[in-house]
């Protein structure tokens, strides 16, 4: 079991910027993927964006490409997600993930997929 812990939430104006962190245990270096997703008010929970732990490959929704960076560091063992140009429909719990199997044909996006779960970050984002 990859233990996950997020930080970096917080409270920003639209069109800021917020950088979230995601500190893992060592056991993420067998998992395939690492991902970032989000859950509003009353809705699901959804895929933001997942990079491949070896290689680096990223996949994005379409509702962050462009503007949302996913990157990892194997030293220090850590997910990070980059936000810029926030929106307030950005507004979510974030939860940092792994994913359950060591390959993949491609980058998974359904949470159904990971396994391990942090306890989530709030970001707000004010209009």
């Known amino acids: 079991q990859v233990q996950l812990v997020e930080s970096g939430g917080g409270l920003v104006q639209a069109g800021g910027s917020l950088r979230l962190s995601c500190a893992a245990s060592g056991s993420i270096l067998s998992s395939y993927a690492a991902g970032w997703f989000r859950q509003a008010p009353g809705k699901e929970r959804e895929f933001v964006a997942a990079i491949q732990w070896r290689a680096g490959n990223t996949r994005y929704s379409d509702s962050v490409k462009g503007r949302f960076t996913i990157s990892r560091d194997s030293g220090k063992i850590t997910v990070s997600l980059q936000m810029n140009s926030l929106k307030p429909e950005d507004t979510a719990v974030y939860f940092c993930?792994?994913?359950?199997?060591?390959?993949?044909?491609?980058?998974?996006?359904?949470?159904?997929?990971?396994?391990?779960w942090g306890q989530g970050t709030q970001v707000t984002v004010s209009s």
């Open positions: 993930a792994a994913a359950r199997s060591t390959w993949y044909a491609v980058l998974p996006t359904a949470a159904a997929d990971f396994g391990s």
